[in-house]
């Protein structure tokens, strides 16, 4: 166990509609970062996270965003769902930001139908 | 970011042959992190090598920055069927700073 919750874990939804992904990291850790992971790929990193401001972004499309709450606990918004965009979703936590270790969650497979 | 290549992109092996899996730069690299994914899991940390040369090891695994600090290896002896799975290395710090970007990893499969 990571100590990184990831809620909901499966989640179907229609093209068009919106959902949260929500992420607590572990405790006392203040980064948080997200990924979507499509079947067979890589992991793409979305953006970062760090004590509640946004650090670092990276390819997420217009239509995501997310923020970091004051309990440090974040959420992924993706909206006007597409086909494409069913994936494996992941958020990872890490005491610093950069090069401490960062723990990952057990992710949300997002399935648009 | 500087980016970094993995190679190869997949491997496959008898259970019980060695295994060893690159990542390389063109640019010097602040410091190497490896995770490994096995399949339907999450990305878990293996190991952070820092220093030029540095070598560390864990049970089977061996770890290796290279003396320049360009390149970065994982070697596993005697891959066992748990060894199974996608192996990435990530540049952390330097202008990677903050990004945590992974490679696409090099996929194993180990047949028993």
């Known amino acids: 166990d990571s100590g990184v919750t990831q809620t909901p874990k499966h989640l179907i939804t229609a093209t068009g509609q919106r959902v949260t992904l929500r992420c607590s990291p572990r405790?006392?850790?203040?980064?948080v970062y997200w990924y979507q992971q499509s079947l067979d790929q890589g992991l793409q990193f979305l953006i970062q996270?760090?004590?509640?401001?946004?650090?670092a972004k990276g390819n997420i499309l217009e239509r995501f965003s997310a923020q970091q709450f004051p309990d440090l606990h974040s959420e992924l918004n993706l909206s006007s769902l597409e086909l494409g965009d069913s994936a494996l979703y992941f958020c990872?936590?890490?005491?610093?930001?950069?090069?401490?270790?960062?723990?990952f969650g057990q992710g949300t497979r997002l399935t648009v139908v | 970011g500087q980016q970094v290549m993995q190679i190869p992109q997949y491997q496959h092996v008898q259970e019980g042959e060695d295994f060893t899996t690159y990542c390389n730069s063109s640019?010097?690299?602040?410091?190497i992190q490896w995770y490994k994914q096995r399949p339907g899991g999450h990305p878990v940390f293996l190991i952070q090598?820092?220093?030029?040369?540095e070598v560390k090891k864990q049970k089977r695994l061996t770890f290796q920055f290279g003396e320049a600090k360009k390149n970065s290896s994982l070697h596993i002896t005697a891959t066992q069927t748990t060894d199974v799975g996608t192996y990435f290395c990530?540049?952390?710090?330097?202008?990677?700073?903050?990004?945590?970007?992974f490679g696409q990893g090099t996929i194993l499969t180990v047949h028993p």
């Open positions: 640019t010097t690299l602040s410091n």
């Open positions: 405790s006392g850790d203040l980064s």
């Open positions: 090598l820092v220093k030029s040369g």
């Open positions: 996270y760090y004590n509640g401001e946004e650090r």
């Open positions: 990872a936590s890490a005491a610093g930001s950069g090069s401490t270790e960062a723990f």
């Open positions: 990530h540049n952390a710090g330097g202008t990677s700073y903050g990004k945590l970007t």
